[in-house]
């Protein structure tokens, strides 16, 4: 067991953990990344990015994140290929451990373990992700220009997925299982006025359809949930929009989660209910769940977290001069 001690400790090495210790490192904070199950994050997951600034081309997402860690070690940030399995936030130094057992300080701490979508859990779901199938409407959406596309789902994402999607689509289907949906009225309005929106009630996806060859998705299979009725629907693009777990099982009880279980910042900073704690990208964003914005509030983690620090440690030495 092994004791690893920083000024800035950073869990998750998506673009959030990562924007977090390219910031710390350069402001001096030696930081430590714990990089968990998924050593770059969610982007790995994924081919063609084309929405991150600063790449004329498409890039390939894990080709970006490997870029990001590079530039992270290059500016001295540490990795460790570890999973953290319990935290102590009472004191600082805060204490994490492990999975091996090893021994985490850190005398601040930035959380950015992101949020995973939630799948329908079929196997032809598994099989034709990137191939027609997505949870990211904002990602992958102009990749569907003029085609015909669904999303699946009842609630505010959902809604909202298949709005954004009429900027691409000209032929969107909502599927939802039940006959109301759980979405803001608002939106709903918005939804039913739109005339490139169709509506299908009381369906459940039962399989996604690969044409085969390069075809990619062709159709969703569909049962009625009432009837139990059988149906076709041909679509190119299927957007799973059931919603999202941030990964923050390891922080309840510890700090001050919302009704979705994101971690709670203070509005404009990354601070959380610890003083210390930061949160940035997915774990505490339910709204834009983008890789920029992860980057972006990576960035905002580390410098509160080196301005925490800088306050603090003014005051100690401040005390022992007194
Ligand atoms: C298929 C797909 C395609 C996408 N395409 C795009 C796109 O084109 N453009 C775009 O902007 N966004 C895209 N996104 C969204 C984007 O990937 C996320 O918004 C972004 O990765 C969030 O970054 P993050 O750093 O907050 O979290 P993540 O990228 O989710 O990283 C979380 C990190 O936390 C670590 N972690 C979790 N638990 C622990 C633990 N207990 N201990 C230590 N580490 C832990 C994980 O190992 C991981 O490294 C896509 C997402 C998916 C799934």
């Known amino acids: 067991m092994t ?15 990562l924007s977090a210790a390219i910031y710390g490192a350069r402001a001096g904070m030696q930081p430590i990344v714990v990089q968990g199950i998924q050593p770059g994050g969610q982007l790995t997951t994924t081919t063609d990015v084309e929405n991150y600034p600063g790449f004329r081309e498409v890039i390939q997402g894990p080709w970006l994140m490997e870029e990001m860690q590079a530039q992270a070690e290059h500016v001295g940030a540490r990795m460790m290929w570890d999973t953290i399995i319990s935290v102590d936030l009472s004191t600082r130094p805060f204490r994490l451990i492990g999975d091996g057992g090893d021994v985490y ?8 373990t992101g949020a995973q979508a939630k799948w329908l859990g079929l196997p032809s779901e598994e099989a034709m992700k990137g191939k027609g199938v997505s949870a990211c409407a904002t990602c ?3 990749f569907y220009r003029g085609k015909k596309v669904a999303v699946i789902g009842g609630g505010n994402t959902a809604v909202e997925e298949a709005l954004y999607l009429t900027n691409h689509s000209p032929d969107v289907t909502l599927i939802h299982r039940r006959d109301s949906l759980r979405a803001e009225r608002i939106l709903q309005e918005r939804l039913f006025a739109h005339p490139d929106i169709t509506v299908l009630w009381n369906k459940e996806v039962r399989e996604f359809v690969d044409g085969g060859g390069t075809a990619g998705l062709v159709a969703l299979d569909l049962e009625d949930t009432r009837s139990g009725e059988h149906s076709r629907i041909d679509v190119e693009g299927g957007f799973v929009a059931i919603g999202h777990h941030p990964a923050t099982e390891l922080f309840r009880g510890h700090l001050a989660l919302d009704d979705d279980h994101y971690i709670q910042v203070e509005p ?14 997915d774990v505490a964003d339910k709204v834009y769940r983008q890789a920029i914005t992860a980057a972006g509030t990576g960035c905002m983690a580390a410098l509160d977290a080196e301005r925490f ?14």
Not at 3 to 17: I, K, N, W
Not at 105 to 112: K, Y
Not at 268 to 281: D, E, I, K, L, N
């Open 3 to 17: 004791t690893h001690s920083t000024r800035m400790l950073v869990l998750g090495s998506g673009p959030a953990g």
């Open 105 to 112: 300080e850190g005398e601040t701490l930035v959380i950015a």
């Open 140 to 142: 992958d959406g102009f």
């Open 268 to 281: 404009g900073t990354a601070r959380t209910s610890v003083p210390g704690v930061f949160a940035c990208g």
């Open 309 to 322: 620090l800088q306050a603090v440690e003014f005051e100690e030495m401040k005390e022992a001069a007194e």
